[in-house]
């Protein structure tokens, strides 16, 4: 089965770093994924991983490591509109689909 | 990116009543779509795998005379919460995506189901 962990809330301060750490435990392993949700709103794909190491894309970076089960986000220059929660999330394939399972999110809020 | 469309995106309905929700591929043909299911504060919760011109495939313990769920195009998808109860108040929201997105799937706007 799949198990997915990552903290629940984080608290940063406008124009910091943060990073958002995802544990994962998967029977076979297709790539990791980052998505963004406002509240209310759907999730954004933010990151797909596939290969070991870090992968930049503008404010946003996610780093991952196949041996250790090991995943993060990084979101440098912190801004107010980046309040929201940050779902990793893992393809498993199951019955000829790929079907994604979600950790349960990081809230993380944003303070000036 | 890929664009989903998803309708309504707030509805209002009294118990007992039923409720479809409409998911629809923009930009692009989708055999196969998937619904979740999220709770305030919660992640997101697979629901079922909707597959054009067949059942859909439901996760255990989702109760599939409860969401009817009909893929009956390749750009559309529709789930329909029968005798809908409070406990049914929920987000739901639909995917797509696949091997030609990269593994990548794409998000309607979700519906926001209140059951009075």
């Known amino acids: 089965g799949q198990n997915i962990d990552q903290p629940t809330e984080m608290t940063a301060t406008e124009g910091a770093i943060v990073q958002i750490n995802c544990t994962y435990q998967t029977s076979g392993f297709n790539g990791l994924f980052w998505y963004q949700q406002h509240a209310g709103e759907a999730p954004t794909f933010l990151s797909y991983?596939?290969?070991?190491g870090l992968e930049e894309k503008g404010r946003f970076s996610s780093f991952l490591s196949r041996s250790k089960g090991y995943s993060y986000l990084l979101l440098k220059e912190l801004q107010m509109k980046d309040s929201a929660s940050y779902l990793c999330?893992?393809?498993?394939?199951?019955?000829?689909?790929?079907?994604?399972?979600f950790g349960a999110g990081t809230r993380l809020a944003v303070h000036p | 990116g890929a664009v989903v469309s998803q309708h309504p995106s707030w509805v209002i309905c009294k118990s007992g009543t039923s409720v479809k929700i409409e998911c629809r591929s923009l930009d692009f043909q989708a055999t196969t779509m998937f619904w979740y299911r999220q709770f305030p504060k919660q992640s997101l919760m697979l629901m079922a795998t909707?597959?054009?011109?067949?059942?859909?495939?439901?996760e255990q313990g989702v109760e599939k005379d409860k969401f009817l769920i009909n893929h009956a195009s390749l750009t559309l998808s529709t789930l329909t919460v029968t005798s809908a109860h409070p406990e049914d108040s929920s987000f739901y929201i639909c995917s797509a995506g696949g091997l030609w997105a990269k593994n990548i799937q794409y998000f309607g706007a979700g519906t926001r189901l209140s059951v009075l």
């Open positions: 991983n596939v290969l070991d």
């Open positions: 909707s597959n054009e011109g067949s059942k859909a495939t439901y």
């Open positions: 999330a893992v393809p498993m394939f199951s019955g000829g689909y790929n079907k994604l399972i």
